[in-house]
């Protein structure tokens, strides 16, 4: 499904060990590769949000909203990871709302072109963009990711200035 020549950026898992280690090989999120795909899974909650990511393959996949992002791309690494609600419409199923809200894989708002693609591609009608777009920094000091809110580029947990540029795959140094 991805497009030859086109490169998105990858996201590596940077939650909890545990959550990691939790994850039972093999299981991956709901594939939906088409509209038909997404009413038989998802659209008897319409608008109840599910935890979604946007698997190598450029595929979405849904897992009940609770679950962990990393369970849901079964270790994987993702092109993009967050939380989603569906309506529907005269069309078919459209997206309601739509984030990149994963601690797990902290990705970037510049996600959102491979977020557009998968759902592109199983045909189910979109926004131009994240309703809700978290912007993530992983802190240079004290090595803890953070959200930035309001457009403040300081830390929460040590209030360190945060890099203005998206750091979260750097390892962090031991505080």
Known sequence: MTLPGRRWRR?????????????????????????????????????????????????????????????????????????????????GPRVHEVSNQSTGYCPDPDSWPAVAAALDGAGIGRPDGFTHALVFRRCERCGENSVVREGVFVCVFCDSDLPLVWNVHVTPRDP
């Open 11 to 91: 996201y590596g898992y940077v939650g909890p060990q545990d959550a990691r280690r939790a994850v039972v090989p093999g299981a991956v999120g709901r594939v939906i590769r088409c509209a038909a795909d997404l009413d038989a899974y998802a659209m008897a909650e319409e608008g109840e949000p599910f935890t979604y990511v946007v698997g190598l393959d450029g595929l979405l996949r849904l897992a009940p909203r609770r679950s962990e992002h990393v369970a849901c791309a079964g270790g994987a690494d993702v092109l993009g990871a967050g939380e989603i609600s569906f309506r529907r419409t005269p069309l």
